[in-house]
């Protein structure tokens, strides 16, 4: 081994040192509270991998609202007219649905020939502090549910909720059923009574929201994670082992740190929306009731007629089957149906059974009541 | 090919993960405390004694924030400063005007359509189409 060979091998060592330690640092710094942060840096060498390549399908932007963004996913070979419009929660961020190449539900909704439309919230800022039931719902979903037949040049959708996104979206369907042809709801608590230790965690002795917007403004970013660790606080540590001892499969590292990027991205809650919301849904359960009101309108779900596709997952404990089931219940659709799948809450959209076992019979419940594309 | 021999940090790693994993002595008894410590955790995160005493303190700790930027805000008013307060009300007021021109910015696109179509039908002519998707008139974010 020669002199140069050496000299380079250990200024490579000492460069990879800095900039590892820089990268630590930097994570203390922001104040991480995840571990994903501090780990990374090491397993991303340790397996020789990449970032992983969240958010693969190619998108657009067709229309912004604040912080607000519409998105569009343009098959390339067009089969449906009818659109689908996903609504993604204000808990961490959208790609969720577009999570890794090959396991992204809306990469594959596109391949299935739809024209997707997904709503991206962003980064709520101080801007949205103030914002509630009637702006999210009655101008910013709305304005996206017009955007987004018009661009696709359909007279309605199908508009597909995901978790929180869900139950706004039922929310919005219920007051506004123009131009909604079918209703997808994944993973929709609807009974938040049945919400598992949410419910237990957020009752109305026990904890004081208005104390918590006052505060804040809105809700701190360290407190969402705080109440999503406390779920399984052992396991956000030991989890890690899982992927030490598989260290040398570079699909599972990629897939794991990939997972672990989207939840440690997480995002402040708007103030008055996350009022409304504990409120409404967690503590006064007036949402499953039909006693929430927006902008003085009642919230009534039993006026939903369209279509419903109820998809739950077996092993949710952040919406837990008991708290979905009860839509079916509750709509006055004569078409409905609920689908079951032996996931957690996030493995509907990012399991490998989504492609094979899972989306398959999503999309082709979805396409039998969409209309078909013909060329003009 | 000859495979590539495993990185020193690929190996320690992987050596940390065997060494606490199922199959090892110390990793049996590593399990064995991660069982024990979730099992008392879920009995802590499920007691009404416990969530009462969190849930008490967290709402006197936040109430006792909202009376310091309270009193904040008091005290930036004596000196004639803006309060966060007033920036998120003027924050409020934009975005309704914001929200109200695009309402009203549709309400004229659907008039303007209306009367181009009314005009090309009373000449005679046919109704023009509308916009098709993604073309300039229709694809643009507001």
Not at chain 1, 93 to 107: A, K, W
């Amino acid at each position: 081994m020669t002199t140069q060979s050496t000299t380079a091998r250990l200024r490579s060592f000492v460069e990879g040192q800095i900039e590892l330690s820089r990268e630590i640092l930097h994570a203390a710094q922001k104040g991480s509270m995840s571990p994903y942060h501090y780990v990374k840096p090491f397993l991303l060498r340790a397996a020789d991998v990449g970032e992983p390549p969240l958010a693969p399908t190619p998108h657009k932007v067709v229309y912004t609202n604040g912080k607000m963004r519409l998105l569009r996913f343009e098959p390339t070979v067009r089969k449906h007219a009818t659109p689908i419009l996903f609504v993604y929660s204000l808990i961490n961020r959208y790609y969720i649905l577009d999570f890794l190449p090959g396991r992204s539900l809306i990469e594959f909704m596109v391949g299935q020939g739809f024209d997707v439309y997904a709503i991206d919230w962003g980064t709520p800022g101080s801007a949205e502090r103030r914002m509630g039931w009637d702006n999210v719902l009655n101008v910013l979903v709305k304005n996206a549910v017009k955007w987004a037949l018009r661009l696709s040049g359909a007279k309605d959708l199908t508009m597909y909720g995901y978790c929180m996104g869900g139950t706004m979206a039922l929310a919005y369907a219920a007051l506004h059923p123009q131009g909604l042809r079918n209703f997808v709801a994944q993973a929709t608590p609807v009974d938040f009574h049945e919400g598992g230790v949410f419910a237990e965690w957020t009752k109305p002795n026990r904890f004081d929201v208005d104390a918590l917007v006052d505060a804040y403004g809105n809700v701190p970013i360290e407190l969402m994670e705080t109440g999503f660790s406390s779920m399984a606080p052992v396991q956000r540590m030991t989890k890690w082992l899982e992927v030490f001892r598989r260290i040398d499969d570079p699909d599972f590292v990629t897939t794991f740190l990939g997972m672990e990027h989207w939840a440690s991205d997480n995002v402040q809650f708007p103030g008055e929306i996350y009022r409304q919301y504990i409120k409404d849904c967690y503590q006064y359960n007036n949402f499953c009731n039909g006693r929430m009101k927006v902008a003085g309108q009642t919230v009534d779900l039993s006026t939903i007629k369209a279509p419903l596709l109820n998809i739950i997952a077996d092993n949710d404990t952040i919406a837990p089957p008991k708290s979905s089931e009860i839509l079916n219940t509750i709509v006055s659709s004569t078409d409905k149906e609920i689908m079951r799948f032996p996931v957690g809450h996030i493995g509907l959209s990012t399991s490998s059974k989504g492609p094979k076992q899972i989306w398959p019979k999503v999309a082709g419940w979805i396409a039998k009541r969409s209309d078909p594309w013909t060329e003009t | 090919m000859a495979k590539k021999e495993p990185k020193l940090l690929t190996r320690v790693v992987k050596g940390l993960g065997h060494w606490l994993g199922p199959e090892t002595p110390t990793g049996k008894a590593f399990v064995a405390a991660e069982k024990g410590m979730t099992k008392a955790f879920d009995r802590l995160g499920g007691s009404e004694r416990y969530l009462n005493l969190v849930g008490g303190a967290l709402s006197r700790a936040l109430r006792a924030r909202a009376a310091y930027v309270e009193a904040q805000e008091n005290w930036l008013h004596l000196f004639r400063l803006p309060t966060t307060t007033e920036m998120d009300d003027l924050r409020e007021e934009v975005r309704d005007v914001r929200n109200q021109i695009e309402a009203l910015s549709y309400q004229l696109e659907n008039v303007i359509e209306a009367l181009e179509k009314s005009r090309a039908l009373a000449q005679g002519g046919e109704a023009p189409r509308p916009p098709a998707p993604g073309s300039a008139a229709t694809d643009r974010p507001s």
